[in-house]
């Protein structure tokens, strides 16, 4: 009897809002791709449950079991060592989910799980503006902020795979409190909570007009239209974010020294208004040496598109597994 080969996985990317999966195939082809609330799911068993038996319902329609090789699963707090989501801040499961095991045994298949900022850069990597490059940094500044880069070809995942936490570096000793129990991290300032954090304290210390006041719900991406719009007040928080962004990516690409840091997640999209002021003070900050040396930019890509491909990738390097072979 022929083998069938397993030219397909499933890559899942869940976020703080959403959760979302997909069928891909070898060349990166989404053959089906759907999504569901992840705040839905206050219980880490129950959502696994509930993933699984979506992810099942998909691939029945889909070809069968007998095509599909293996699981990549991205999220936040997640350790591609352990296999496990460990004390994330920003979802409403605490403590320690073995998320890959939980799922490998509802499914019967392999899973592989990374950091979402980790499997960003492999879909930066394999898709998007990292693609040929062999030392790079991919940022993923949304809800939170994480990081990944590659020194000389290879993901840096440190030796129990917490490498990359660049959010919870100190960027203001004794400043904002952070989600994770400390004060002053970089995510306070710069993810969604501290871009609109900063907007109420300009705010605050302005009695200048601005179309933020006026704001039903003042978001990253709503200050962003503002500056869209000339509003002086909204540039002048994006360019704060974007000076303490830069200072302290000059002190991460000063230690390992990338061509390239590439900008994603959804902070990533107010564009000019982030990157400009970021570039600005990265060049006032870096090693000499390697001013004007290296690139900043926002990814091209879209967001969930890629971080369910970067999710595809994460898949093809777990060993095979699969109780229906």
Known sequence: MESTIKSRVVGVDISIERTTYAIVDIRGNMIAEDYFSTMDYADANAFVSALCEKIVEMVMANGGYETIRSVGVSAPSANFVTGCIENPPNLPWKGITPLAAMMRDQLGLAVGIANDAHATALGELAFGSAHGMKDFIVLNIGVGLGSCFFSNGHEHQGAEGYAGEFGHTCIAPNGRPCGCGHNGCLESYCAARGVVQTAQEIMAESDAPSLMRSL??????????????????????????????????????????????????????????????????????????????????????????????????????????????
């Not at 000059?250 to 564009?271: D, F, H, M, T």
């Not at 982030?274 to 879209?302: N, Q, W, Y």
């Open 216 to 325: 039903e719900r003042l978001t990253p991406r709503t200050i962003a239209e503002c500056c869209d719009q000339g509003d002086e007040l909204a540039i002048a928080v994006y360019r704060r974010t974007g000076y303490i962004l830069g200072a302290a990516l000059a002190n991460y690409a000063s230690i390992v020294n990338p061509e390239a840091i590439i900008l994603a997640g959804g902070i990533s999209r107010a564009g000019k208004w982030l990157v400009d002021p970021a570039r600005e003070s990265f060049e006032e900050h870096v090693f000499k040496a390697m001013k004007g040396k290296i690139r900043i930019f926002a990814s091209t890509l879209d967001n969930r598109t890629r971080d369910v491909l970067g999710a595809s990738a994460v898949a093809w390097d777990v060993k095979e597994y699969s109780l229906f072979k």
